[in-house]
């Protein structure tokens, strides 16, 4: 991670009818990098997550490195079909964006459908440590059932 902040916050924003979202200003500068970029990516139906673009480019670029060299030296010829999958995720998991006015994300068009939230309907924005996340009220709610009771297990887990 480029980026040394600890991003927290629950915010609840309107979408509205052009798709677009007001972001909460005191997140904003963790996710946009020095041109001003910031990474839309698909992570769970009903979530879309926003990252610095210059250090989601870096991991991204990493992981693909590994992947190719692999390649080259023909140790994945026995997973064809999982290279295209990752082929098919690639080219529709993210989008780099400019947020306009320095804090209001348009939604992709191709994202809209993954977010599953109408215009002028309400998301919740998310500090999730190192990125933010945009989440459909009820996947939000469904994903704080399943992982508040794991919260001090993980607390532990991770400062142990």
């Known amino acids: 991670m480029a980026d040394e902040s600890f991003i927290t916050g629950e915010f609840r924003r309107t979408i509205d009818d052009r798709f677009r979202i007001t972001l909460p200003?005191?997140?904003?500068?963790?996710?946009?990098?020095?041109?001003?970029?910031?990474?839309?990516?698909?992570?769970?139906?009903?979530c879309l997550s926003l990252w610095n673009a210059s250090?989601?480019?870096?991991?991204?670029?990493?992981?693909?490195?590994?992947?190719?060299?692999?390649?080259?030296?023909?140790?994945?010829?026995?997973?064809?079909g999982d290279l295209q999958r990752l082929g098919r995720l690639l080219s529709t998991r993210d989008q780099t964006v400019k947020l306009a006015n320095r804090s209001r994300l348009l939604v992709p068009p191709g994202f809209r459908d993954f977010l599953d939230v109408e215009a002028n309907h309400e998301v919740v924005v998310v500090g999730a440590?190192?990125?933010?996340?945009?989440?459909?009220?009820?996947?939000?709610?469904?994903?704080?059932?399943?992982d508040m009771p794991e919260f001090d297990p993980l607390v532990q887990q991770l400062t142990g």
């Open 129 to 146: 440590a190192v990125c933010v996340e945009i989440w459909n009220p009820a996947a939000w709610l469904e994903i704080l059932r399943a």
């Open 25 to 46: 200003p005191e997140i904003v500068e963790s996710i946009t990098d020095e041109s001003g970029e910031t990474v839309v990516a698909k992570e769970r139906y009903g």
């Open 55 to 80: 250090a989601w480019r870096q991991r991204m670029d990493a992981d693909l490195a590994v992947i190719r060299q692999k390649m080259l030296a023909n140790r994945m010829n026995h997973r064809l």
